[in-house]
């Protein structure tokens, strides 16, 4: 198995773990040795509980191609205060654990073009035999294929039609968390 790990969720979750709001003021309440020690340990357990042999850890840069196509996307989260450790816990996921980095696109579109890569059968591409998205992302849930939600201890398998489906309702209703509604 294949692990295709949602690196942006990883570092943000072990990062804002060491963290509290103490009367709406954010207080760091662990170091950043503690969240990389974190980053390190959901590493781990997410390649032991898909009992994958490979993994591909993936990360967003700042921006991306969809800030030139709508400058407003995600603007909704220009007052959202990142982390302190953040910063820390993607570089030690790229030092340690060789999460790459795509220029220009998100973590979510490498997760999914990495999910659909396969060969031609004759027919057409289907999802990559062994792999799994490994993330809390609903917006991967339009990729088929497998899909392990590591925060919940949860497997979902996505066919074409359920992951078309997801997409035209995101089309049609919108997404908050985006900005795009």
């Given at each position: 198995m294949?692990?295709?790990?949602?690196?942006?969720?990883?570092?943000?979750r072990c990062a804002a773990s060491c963290e509290r709001t103490v009367d709406k003021v954010r207080v760091c309440i662990a170091d950043e040795a503690t969240a990389l020690l974190r980053t390190e340990q959901l590493m781990q357990t997410i390649i032991h509980s898909t009992q994958s042999d490979k993994y591909r850890c993936f990360l967003s840069p700042h921006k991306n191609f969809r800030y030139d196509v709508y400058p407003k996307y995600k603007a909704n989260r220009d007052?959202?205060?990142?982390?302190?450790?953040?910063?820390?816990?993607?570089?030690?996921?790229?030092?340690?654990?060789h999460a790459e980095l795509f220029e220009g696109y998100e973590a979510d579109d490498a997760l999914a073009w990495s999910q659909?890569?396969?060969?031609?059968d004759g027919?057409?591409?289907?999802q990559r035999e062994g792999t799994v998205i490994c993330s809390i992302d609903k917006d991967l849930k339009q990729v088929p294929g497998k899909y392990y939600n590591f925060v919940n201890?949860?497997?979902?398998?996505?066919?074409?039609?359920?992951?078309l489906s997801t997409f035209y309702q995101q089309v049609l209703i919108g997404d908050k968390t985006d900005n795009l509604f």
């Open positions: 294949i692990a295709l790990v949602d690196g942006d969720i990883v570092a943000y007052d959202t205060i990142d982390p302190v450790h953040r910063e820390a816990c993607k570089q030690y996921l790229m030092a340690g654990w659909t890569q396969a060969e031609y027919e057409g591409f289907n201890e949860t497997w979902t398998d996505t066919n074409e039609v359920q992951g």
